[in-house]
């Protein structure tokens, strides 16, 4: 079992930064799969980045490529999201999510464990 909490969100100006972060608790953080999910008012929850337990390769959504990094902390049960050139776009509610399984999954079913959100909204 794996609790999560995101943290970091807030009103940011475009072309502003925001760094969220996703504490968790609980047994083997270090052999999850860390995901960060969004979803915008009307929209379905879209993938947006990840990282696996292993080696750290890294994943991202095409319309952050370049912008978003994420990043873990094994010691510290952290994930991170570094966001960077916020666009208007970005506008969401941003979930940390843990997969149990093999290899990096992109859509939400395949996770395990979420938090309960960080609201990230960007103004034009």
């Known amino acids: 079992q794996v609790q999560l909490v995101e943290s970091g969100g807030g009103l940011v100006q475009a072309g502003g930064s925001l760094r969220l972060s996703c504490a968790a608790s609980?047994?083997?953080?270090?052999?999850?799969?860390m995901g960060w999910f969004r979803q915008a008012p009307g929209k379905e929850r879209e993938f947006v980045a990840a990282?696996?337990?292993?080696?750290?390769?890294?994943y991202y959504a095409d319309s952050v490529k370049g912008r978003f990094t994420i990043s873990r902390d094994n010691a510290k049960n952290t994930a991170y999201l570094q966001m960077n050139s916020l666009k208007p776009e970005d506008t969401a509610v941003y979930y940390c999510?843990?997969?149990?399984?093999?290899?990096?999954?992109?859509?939400?079913?395949?996770?395990?464990?979420w938090g309960q959100g960080t609201q990230v909204t960007v103004s034009s």
């Open positions: 609980g047994r083997a953080f270090s052999s999850y799969t």
């Open positions: 990282i696996n337990w292993s080696v750290g390769d890294t």
């Open positions: 999510a843990a997969d149990s399984g093999w290899g990096i999954s992109f859509t939400p079913a395949e996770y395990d464990y």
